[in-house]
Each structure stands twice: as C-alpha cells, then as structure tokens.
C-alpha cells in the first residue's frame, strides 16, 4: 500500500471535495460518465501520483456507492434504483450472459404486448446498451449474437437492429432459451471415441484451430468435434502481408493455413502467458509491451483484456489495470 504524503495528502483532499460537491450540487447529475485520464488531465497529476492521489477517492467514492465503474467505460455517478452490477443470482455470470438473460425477458414481454419493444421495432443500439450495463460495445455485441443467429432479432446493412417481425412464431421457451455458453475446466471431454481436457485437444492433430478459437467456439456452444475440425477462413489477399521470399516453407501438420487477426493473436497470447505463469494470480498484464512486442494495435489488446475479464480469467482494477485471475488453472503442459 502506498503511503501519502501531506502534499498528496492534501492533493487527494482537494480532488475528493470537488468530486463531491459535483454530485452535491447536481453539476454531475446521477448517470454522468466521467474518466480516469479525464481527471488525471483536469487535476495535473503524472503517472506516479495516480495511485496515492486520485486512486483512494475514487476508492472511497465506490465503496460510499457515490459512483460505479466499469472496465473499458469509465465512472458513473450513481444512479438510484439503478445499478452496474447484476442483482443476486448472477453476480458469478459473464457479463455478456447476464445480458443476453436479460434482453431476452424484453423480448418476452414484447411477445405479450408489454414492456418498450414490439415486433419490427428497432432495438436499442449496441453503444446506449454498453452504457446501461456498464460495458464494451464488443460484450453487448456478444450478448447479442445468438439472438440474431437465432432470429429473434434482425440486421440490416446499415447495420441496424430491428426485433424480428415474426416473432410470434417463437415459443415461449424459445424466446427465454438460457445462454449456452460453457466453461470446460480441466473436465474430459469426447470426441471422436477419445476423451482429453480441452487443453488436451488444443494440442491434437485432429485440432485446425489455436486453443483460444477453440475455448470461445466451445463456451458458444459448438459441438467439440465441429470446433476442432472447422478451419478458421482466411484472410482476404488484400489484407494479408507480402511475403519476404517467393517460396515459403509448407506449413507442418500442425498449423492451420490461416493467418489470425490482431484480437486472436492478443487473446492467445495473454492466455499462453498466464498457462506458462508469466503472468501469476495478481500480476498486472501490460497490454502496451503486449501491442509493441506483438505489432498489434494496442485496442485489440484491450478489447481481448475485456472479454477476458467477461470470462473471469482477468481482473480488472480501475487504478491499476488488468490483472491475472487467481481463479484461472493452467492445464498440465500448457505452454
């Protein structure tokens, strides 16, 4: 724990007051959005004061429920009768799950003529739905997309949302189906008359894909032999880099032809560090050395982080920034 000195002390004061009289005063009114860098600019601290100064208030403030925070969104005032986090029952659900449960009950009501949707109407955009959840637009959009494979909502090229005009051809149990999403732990798991831990099968000649791709097309419901066997699509000629030589090597039976995008090579990445233990329960993940040393945009570093962090493998802390999940278990080999 860092200690303050009177001038931070004093510093930390001055920012705990204003923020307060903010909200006090209605100049933040509840559901105001307000950053970290936004404050770190506004109050002039550097780097090296952020965790003495700017960290305990907004600490403070959290625990006082003045305000909630959301990785990847920001701060919010409270807002009463409002909140971020899931109501008992599914505080343990990713966030994308929790979401998915709880738009697929509008669209319940919307079946019986009750609640804001009806059919054909357009659905709340994916930005206004992160602000109510208090997450990335790339979760909503993850909530969201078994409802569109399944056809209760619609697309179009503008890429608008519409619930579906049919709607009422869907049951019930339909509309209400629960989130099919599965975690595989260290479990065994059959598939062509053979039985390995996910982890295990990542690293089987019968696997096309990395074990990141795998994880997200079992957790999304994929059969196992499916997920294993289906190759990633490859990337379009115009995207892909030239060669530095007229003939490249064939690739090895274990390597798939396609080449991985920016998020896929992020994803894989942290989760080999934190199987290797380069990244130990409570090590911070730095995504900026994770961009430099991958030549990947730092986004996608975080966006990775932030789907991580849904699936509980990373933590987040405002302050600090993500953070290896004690509650993750390498598998035995993993490398």
Not at 127 to 148: D, Q
Request: hydrophobic share 35%; with cysteine.
């Amino acid at each position: 724990m860092s200690h303050q000195s009177s001038s931070q002390q004093a510093a930390s004061d001055r920012i705990d007051h204003a923020l307060r009289t903010r909200i006090a005063d209605g100049t933040w009114p509840p559901g105001h959005l307000f950053t970290w860098p936004q404050l770190i600019a506004e109050f002039q601290l550097s780097p090296r004061n952020v965790p003495v100064i700017l960290s305990p208030v907004l600490r403070r403030m959290r625990r006082e429920r003045l305000i909630e925070a959301r990785p990847q969104i920001g701060s919010r005032v409270a807002i009463e009768g409002e909140t971020w986090s899931p109501p008992p029952g599914y505080e343990d659900l990713p966030h994308d799950q929790y979401i998915e449960i709880t738009l697929r009950k509008r669209l319940r009501d919307a079946l019986t003529g009750q609640g804001t949707y009806r059919p054909g109407q357009q659905f709340t955009p994916l930005k206004e739905l992160a602000e109510e959840f208090g997450v990335s637009t790339t979760t909503v959009r993850k909530a969201t997309a078994v409802m569109i494979e399944q056809g209760l909502l619609v697309t179009t090229r503008g890429n608008r949302t519409f619930v579906a005009q049919d709607l009422a051809k869907f049951t019930l149990a339909e509309v209400l189906r629960p989130p099919v999403r599965r975690r595989p732990g260290t479990s065994k798991l059959d598939a062509f008359g053979e039985s390995h831990s996910l982890a295990e099968w990542a690293r089987h000649p019968r696997c096309a894909v990395a074990y990141t791709t795998l994880y997200s097309r079992y957790e999304n419901g994929w059969s196992l032999e499916e997920a294993l066997t289906k190759p990633l699509s490859p990337a379009p000629s115009h995207q892909r880099k030239p060669s530095k030589a007229n003939v490249q090597p064939p690739p090895s039976e274990y390597e798939t032809a396609a080449t991985p995008d920016a998020y896929t090579i992020a994803r894989e990445t942290i989760l080999a560090r934190i199987s290797d233990g380069t990244y130990t329960p409570g090590v911070v993940i730095p995504a900026e050395d994770i961009a430099e040393r991958r030549a990947i945009p730092e986004a996608k570093v975080l966006e990775a982080l932030d789907d991580l962090h849904d699936i509980r493998m990373v933590n987040h802390h405002p302050g600090i920034g993500y953070i290896a999940a004690a509650s993750y278990v390498p598998e035995a080999g993993d490398a």
